[in-house]
């Protein structure tokens, strides 16, 4: 079956408010660990994960980093209106050069109780920077968009980005399903140690659970690991309601590799790769397509960016090596050092893994693209995986306990 013809509604199951871990543990590394390999399930401590890894296995992580998104502004009558940053406008190539930005930005947005904003009304916002300086943030809309507003802001401390502006006047965006306000402790807790680059509303939450012993106890058993960035955007909540998936729009993210990572995925691929989340998956997978749109397409030039579909309408017999070789002559060819592109890709039931072999991950939300994403590695079992973590007292989603799941065959 094509994925697009998935029904969303056969990945459902029933998921009790009560297994939804609303705060995270005290300590990262100590959550559950579920292991599912050749269709049987074993569980340990996730502090642990190094026996589940042979050693000279390569591990990819997502080093992006959540920045505090929501920001709240008051109306010339005195209402509260939040504003939640999704996206930077089209004008910016990449999420980086975006969050640099001084003075001011253009930024896709969500607006709470945007009735209340009225026509060529400037929101304010205030904060106090940690020098003791009042922050004015201003925000003025653009335009109407689809399904979220442009906005322009611009702030009154010169110097600063939009990035650190974000730091100082906003909040972090937990996901809705945890139904609370953020804390100050989620600063921390809803951040992974090793995140580097601002550009995510979402924790890549798979990473959560990684600690300075866990680092340790990889490279005392040769287990390599590298980084890549993709920053998490809020289509990763968006719920399914179209009847088949042919349907449904998936979420385009923003992604960035180094091509001496690319060099060393390659170096790598005869030994195990183990992705650190969906979002670690759904990159290195989405650079494989990217070589080989590069070889069908034939252009130098092109915009690098994966539509929903095109995993399952490009040629697929093309190996790794040769289409990421075909990226890395794309970055020499336009003097690059890194891949800047935009990924649509669909991980669904039908879609081969090119490049991972298995992945650590969370439990996900019923009915949602990271489940069929899920299906695609562990086929049928996955019904039988969330079964058992939930008879066997597993957390669910974002500060939940963590799988490691291998595909089929491997």
């Known amino acids: 079956m094509h994925p697009k013809d998935l029904s969303i509604h056969d990945f ?37 994960i190094h026996q589940q890894i042979s050693a000279n296995s390569f591990v990819v992580f997502n080093n992006t980093k959540v920045v505090e998104a929501r920001l709240l502004f008051t109306n010339t009558n005195g209402a509260s209106i939040e504003i939640f940053c999704l996206e930077p406008s089209n004008e910016y190539n990449d999420i980086t050069t975006a969050m640099l930005q001084k003075q001011q930005v253009q930024w896709k947005c969500l607006v709470g109780k945007a009735k209340k904003w009225k026509a060529n009304e400037t929101l304010i916002g205030q904060a106090i920077a940690p020098n003791g300086e009042t ?34 006047a906003g909040n972090i965006p937990l996901p809705p399903y945890l139904k609370r306000t953020a804390e100050d402790a989620d600063k921390q807790t809803y951040q992974t140690t090793y995140a580097k680059y601002d550009g995510s509303v979402a924790a890549p939450t798979a990473g959560l659970h990684f600690t300075e012993k866990v680092f340790s106890n990889f490279k005392q058993k040769n287990i390599c690991h590298n980084f890549v960035t993709l ?20 979420h385009a993210e923003f992604i960035e590799v180094e091509t001496k990572f690319i060099e060393q995925l390659i170096h790598q691929i005869n030994n195990p790769i183990i992705v650190v989340g969906t979002t670690s998956l759904r990159t290195i997978e989405s650079l494989y397509w990217l070589g080989v749109k590069i070889l ?8 690098l960016e994966l539509s929903q579909w095109d995993a399952y309408e490009l040629p697929n017999n ?11 002559n794309y970055a020499n060819e336009n003097d690059l050092n890194k891949i800047l592109a935009k990924t649509q890709i669909i991980i669904a039931p039908g879609y081969q893994l090119k490049i ?8 996900h939300q019923p009915c949602s693209t990271l489940i069929l994403l899920v299906a695609s590695i562990t086929g049928n079992d996955w019904r039988k995986i969330y079964d058992f973590a939930l008879e066997n007292d597993f957390r669910f989603l974002s500060y939940g ?5 291998w595909k089929k065959e491997f």
């Not at 093309?318 to 890395?328: E, F, G």
């Open 12 to 48: 459902n199951y029933h998921l009790p408010e009560e297994k939804i871990a609303k705060f995270p543990l005290q300590v990262r590394d100590e959550s559950k660990l579920l292991v599912y390999n050749n269709g049987e399930i074993n569980t340990t401590i996730f502090n642990t």
């Open 135 to 168: 922050l004015t943030l201003n925000a003025v809309l653009q335009q109407k968009l689809n399904d979220c507003y442009l906005i322009q802001f611009n702030w009154s401390i010169e110097g600063l980005s939009f990035a650190e502006v974000l730091h100082i």
């Open 231 to 250: 920053h998490v955007g809020a289509g990763t909540f968006k719920p399914v309601k179209a009847n088949t998936m042919q349907e449904h729009e998936m």
């Open 296 to 303: 069908h397409q034939k252009t130098a030039n092109q915009v």
């Open 318 to 328: 093309i190996s790794v090596c040769i289409a990421l070789k075909a990226l890395l």
């Open 356 to 363: 991972a072999n298995a992945i650590i991950t969370n439990f």
């Open 401 to 405: 306990d963590s799988s490691l799941l």
